[in-house]
């Protein structure tokens, strides 16, 4: 079963950052497509980036993170991370990793497995 844990969330002010983790147990998180999702209070989950298996090319599907968020690998952590910089109010949503085995997509309903999120509140 594949299984993975979302971590580094939590309360921050307005143009800070915080680095979300989502590390893998039991499989070679090398071996999948990853991608970072959020849903906010009263939203749809919306997709944010997403990192290839073999090249590590990777995607951004949410104009408002362009620029400010990164996503990358860390193999040896059998680790995917989501660098999070100048942070904003509307950020705030729990924060959600996914795996897949084909190509990346920017839909959630093509990724069938899932962590338990993670809160990131971004507040003065």
């Known amino acids: 079963q594949l299984q993975f844990v979302e971590s580094g969330g939590g309360s921050v002010q307005p143009g800070g950052s915080l680095r979300l983790s989502c590390t893998a147990s039991?499989?070679?998180?090398?071996?999948?497509?990853i991608g970072w999702f959020r849903q906010a209070p009263g939203k749809e989950r919306e997709a944010i980036s997403c990192?290839?298996?073999?090249?590590?090319?990777?995607?951004y599907y949410l104009d408002s993170v362009k620029g400010r968020f990164t996503i990358s690998r860390d193999n040896a952590k059998n680790t995917v991370y989501l660098q999070m910089n100048s942070l904003k109010p509307e950020d705030t949503a729990v924060y959600y990793c996914?795996?897949?085995?084909?190509?990346?997509?920017?839909?959630?309903?093509?990724?069938?497995?899932w962590g338990q999120g993670t809160q990131v509140t971004v507040s003065s």
């Open positions: 039991g499989f070679t998180m090398n071996n999948y497509i």
């Open positions: 990192i290839t298996n073999s090249d590590n090319v990777t995607y």
């Open positions: 996914a795996i897949r085995s084909v190509y990346c997509s920017g839909y959630s309903n093509d990724f069938k497995v």
